[in-house]
């Protein structure tokens, strides 16, 4: 009982150590859709367009008539397979983005970037946690 309260808490640590990694998350390009799409990622995060057919643009804004349309990322026209990356880096908050030959189609997107969770405040105080679990082995 001890040993499996011991390694679940391992597996718990290391899940709040990996929150503060960036991660990929990827978006398929196909259909005159993104799927799924909207995600929510965490800001420093990536996302990684995945062309599956079609031709289509991965660009910012909520569509040709955005009045910064492109301003902050713009893919090329695909023709056939083709990734695009873009990590977020900049502020949390709701990133729209559209496919420029087909956002009249719906085919439009959306990254909402939120801040990544506070190192400096982690859920619980480890060291403290640390103590107590180690009072269970002695
Ligand atoms: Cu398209």
Partial sequence: MKRA?????LFLAAGWIHSAHADTLTVTVQSFNFAPNSVVIQLGDTVHWKWVNGSHTVTSGTGPGDANVGAQFDSPVSVGAQNFYYTFTDTSGVYPYHCTPHSFLGMTGSVTVEEPI???TP????????SELKQLFQ
């Fill in 123 to 130: 859920p619980y105080d480890p060291f403290k946690s640390w």
């Fill in 5 to 9: 309260l011991f390694i679940t808490t």
């Fill in 118 to 120: 506070t190192v400096g």
